[in-house]
């Protein structure tokens, strides 16, 4: 367990609906990651979050936002779905925001998002 | 932009040793990590590279070249358990943790 927790682990939703998946970071971390990974892909960099504030942005689409809360929990919007958005979306976190050594990112179980 | 090439697969018996290379080209390198991820779940931090040389922790060992935009991980004493895919990735300027496509390894009794 990573002690990063995502909600909900599955979600199954129709074309054109909006879907909010999210992320609490384990306790202590101040970034927050959001990582797309599809059917047979990598991981894909949408976003990243340090202490509320918006840190790096990624192959995120317009209709995809996030934002980090005070308490520092993430939440991700994915909106006007298409059948290509079905893919399994982690959400990582870290001490800090910088990537590196002594700032080893840890990802949740992911949320499995299948659009019907 | 970033980008990173490793093999779709490998396969090898238990016991053996299996070497997953992984090149990149980015701006602004500032470290090399790898993952390690069972099918369906969560991708697993198993080491990083900044510097030049090789990184042991255990059975498994990171290498980096910075010159040639390069690196392994070298799994070694495979188990079953060793069963999943592999991905090394780059942190390069602007912040961005960028991964590559993965190297499934399959291992066999």
């Known amino acids: 367990d990573s002690g990063v927790t995502q909600t909900p682990k599955h979600l199954i939703t129709a074309t054109g609906q909006r879907v909010t998946l999210r992320c609490s970071p384990r306790?202590?971390?101040?970034?927050v990651y959001w990582y797309q990974q599809s059917l047979d892909q990598g991981l894909q960099f949408l976003i990243q979050?340090?202490?509320?504030?918006?840190?790096a942005k990624g192959n995120i689409l317009e209709r995809f936002s996030a934002q980090q809360f005070p308490d520092l929990h993430s939440e991700l919007n994915l909106s006007s779905l298409e059948l290509g958005d079905s893919a399994l979306y982690f959400c990582?976190?870290?001490?800090?925001?910088?990537?590196?050594?002594?700032?080893?990112?840890?990802f949740g179980e992911g949320s499995w998002l299948t659009v019907v | 932009g970033q980008s990173l090439e490793q093999p779709s697969e490998v396969t090898a018996v238990e016991g053996a040793i299996v070497q997953i290379n992984c090149t990149y080209q980015t701006s602004g390198f500032y470290g090399l990590s790898w993952y390690q991820q069972h099918d369906g779940g969560a991708p697993t931090f198993l080491s990083y590279?900044?510097?030049?040389g090789l990184e042991e922790t255990g059975r498994f060992s990171s290498f980096l070249s910075r010159s040639d935009s390069y690196g392994y991980l070298l799994l070694q004493e495979l188990q079953m358990k060793d069963s999943a895919s592999y991905f090394c990735a780059v942190k390069a300027a602007g912040n961005k943790l960028t991964f590559g496509g993965g190297t499934r390894v399959l291992v066999k009794p």
């Open positions: 979050y340090y202490n509320g504030e918006e840190r």
């Open positions: 990582a976190s870290s001490l800090r925001g910088a990537q590196g050594r002594g700032n080893t990112i840890y």
């Open positions: 306790s202590g971390d101040l970034s």
């Open positions: 590279n900044a510097l030049d």
